[in-house]
């Protein structure tokens, strides 16, 4: 077992835009807690954490925005083009990481824990891990994700590919290595395979308890209403009810690559589904950008109660807040939200520069933000 009694750690990496992000959301569908590395570098430069002013002190102020934050892209794009100016960036980025996943991992209360880190073998994370795993892809695809999920031009991502030289030496020092080069599912079947062959049968069992499941829903209310996390066995359920709340054709392929970046709550009326909330958590916030209903189920039954189990499973993962993305209509009953805690919000009233932009990057086109504070200690805050 790893530094820490009772953990079982898996170090996720792979070169940039692979995919790894994607293998970190299967393991955590399969129990695992999963720590961004690269996310809480982030947050270890933002305005008045820990990292800002070595940072600003070293580069000067025009690395700065407007607002007086750290330009990340600016900074990326010195650090890409210089070996050494990456490395002076790292011995100050570096430390502060590992003190935030020491944090996390000693107060998550799963026993599997998935560290993803793109420079995970060249840190003191490599040293906590009882198994390394590699995801590689064709490089163009790594260009094409760059380029589609960026905002890199191709010079860009090309100059971001080639600074972090051939795969091999990754692939060579890895347990497991995961060909991400097809569909969800085939991605899915190499993840599900390595966690059976790889990880602790003892690890896995304590893993599973506590973590809702269709065998575990929750209490039923008086309209008979219970609420069961999905995972991409129920694809094929979800497709279902998705393509009646639409009035369009919902695939289950469509699902199946919906579960590289989210989790799913079903509510159900005895064995029917009549609702679905589609939420992930990044960075410590949790985003819930899909809310449906069927007509006839009572919104003041129904939100509470899926809201709570989508607040429970946030909170088992450490999360800071709580963002609810919905349609304005749905939106203007401001007495059932405020009853379960949530208040309308625009992202620029946040405050947190984290926070900011979960909702900047999650909020859907034409939907109105709501906004819980889930817990008042944050990780890395501002000294």
């Given at each position: 077992?790893?530094?820490?009694?009772?953990?079982?750690?898996?170090?996720?990496?792979?070169?940039?835009?692979?995919?790894?992000?994607?293998?970190?959301?299967?393991?955590?569908?399969?129990?695992?807690?999963?720590?961004?590395?690269?996310?809480?570098?982030?947050r270890a430069i933002a305005k008045g954490a820990?990292?800002?002013?070595?940072?600003?002190?070293?580069?000067?102020?025009?690395?700065?925005?407007?607002?007086?934050?750290?330009?990340?892209?600016?900074?990326?794009?010195?650090?890409?083009?210089?070996?050494?100016?990456?490395?002076?960036?790292?011995?100050?980025?570096?430390?502060?990481?590992?003190?935030?996943?020491?944090?996390?991992?000693?107060?998550?209360?799963?026993?599997?824990?998935?560290?993803?880190?793109?420079?995970?073998?060249?840190?003191?994370?490599?040293?906590?891990?009882?198994?390394?795993?590699?995801?590689?892809?064709?490089?163009?695809?790594?260009?094409?994700?760059?380029?589609?999920?960026?905002?890199?031009?191709?010079?860009?991502?090309?100059?971001?590919?080639?600074?972090?030289?051939?795969?091999?030496?990754?692939?060579?020092?890895?347990?497991?290595?995961?060909?991400?080069?097809?569909?969800?599912?085939?991605?899915?079947?190499?993840?599900?395979k390595a966690w059976k062959l790889v990880v602790?049968?003892?690890?896995?069992?304590?893993?599973?308890?506590?973590?809702?499941?269709?065998?575990?829903?929750?209490?039923?209310?008086?309209?008979?209403?219970?609420?069961?996390?999905?995972?991409?066995?129920?694809?094929?359920?979800?497709?279902?009810?998705?393509?009646?709340?639409?009035?369009?054709?919902?695939?289950?392929?469509?699902?199946?690559?919906?579960?590289?970046?989210?989790?799913?709550?079903?509510?159900?009326?005895?064995?029917?589904?009549?609702?679905?909330?589609?939420?992930?958590?990044?960075?410590?916030?949790?985003?819930?950008?899909?809310?449906?209903?069927?007509?006839?189920?009572?919104?003041?039954?129904?939100?509470?109660?899926?809201?709570?189990?989508?607040?429970?499973?946030?909170?088992?993962?450490?999360?800071?807040?709580?963002?609810?993305?919905?349609?304005?209509?749905?939106?203007?009953?401001?007495?059932?939200?405020?009853?379960?805690?949530?208040?309308?919000?625009?992202?620029?009233?946040?405050?947190?520069?984290?926070?900011?932009?979960?909702?900047?990057?999650?909020?859907?086109?034409?939907?109105?933000?709501?906004?819980?504070?889930l817990r008042q200690d944050r990780i890395l805050?501002?000294?």
């Amino acid at each position: 077992m790893s530094t820490w009694p009772g953990k079982f750690i898996i170090g996720l990496t792979g070169n940039i835009a692979t995919g790894k992000s994607v293998v970190r959301k299967m393991l955590e569908h399969l129990g695992a807690y999963g720590i961004d590395a690269d996310a809480l570098g982030h947050r270890a430069i933002a305005k008045g954490a820990p990292g800002y002013k070595p940072l600003v002190t070293l580069f000067g102020q025009w690395i700065l925005t407007e607002d007086g934050e750290i330009d990340r892209r600016k900074l990326g794009r010195l650090a890409f083009a210089d070996p050494e100016i990456m490395r002076q960036i790292e011995e100050i980025v570096h430390p502060l990481v590992g003190q935030a996943v020491q944090w996390l991992v000693k107060r998550s209360p799963k026993d599997v824990i998935v560290i993803e880190a793109i420079k995970l073998l060249e840190s003191d994370l490599r040293k906590y891990c009882d198994s390394i795993w590699v995801v590689t892809a064709p490089v163009e695809q790594q260009l094409e994700r760059l380029i589609r999920k960026r905002g890199l031009s191709r010079t860009e991502a090309e100059i971001r590919i080639q600074a972090q030289g051939s795969p091999q030496a990754k692939i060579a020092a890895a347990d497991v290595v995961i060909y991400n080069d097809g569909s969800f599912e085939k991605t899915w079947n190499q993840v599900r395979k390595a966690w059976k062959l790889v990880v602790p049968k003892q690890a896995v069992a304590t893993t599973a308890v506590g973590t809702p499941s269709a065998e575990k829903p929750s209490a039923a209310t008086a309209s008979n209403l219970t609420v069961r996390k999905a995972g991409p066995k129920q694809a094929k359920e979800i497709a279902a009810f998705l393509s009646k709340i639409k009035g369009k054709e919902v695939s289950r392929g469509e699902v199946l690559a919906a579960f590289g970046e989210k989790a799913y709550l079903l509510l159900y009326r005895d064995d029917e589904v009549v609702g679905l909330l589609g939420w992930q958590v990044e960075n410590l916030v949790s985003r819930a950008n899909e809310f449906y209903l069927l007509p006839d189920v009572p919104l003041e039954e129904a939100a509470p109660l899926i809201l709570a189990e989508m607040e429970r499973g946030s909170k088992e993962l450490q999360c800071e807040a709580a963002l609810l993305f919905l349609p304005p209509a749905l939106a203007q009953k401001k007495a059932l939200w405020q009853k379960v805690g949530y208040t309308l919000r625009t992202p620029e009233s946040l405050g947190m520069r984290a926070w900011q932009e979960a909702a900047q990057e999650s909020q859907p086109p034409g939907t109105v933000m709501l906004f819980k504070q889930l817990r008042q200690d944050r990780i890395l805050q501002p000294l």
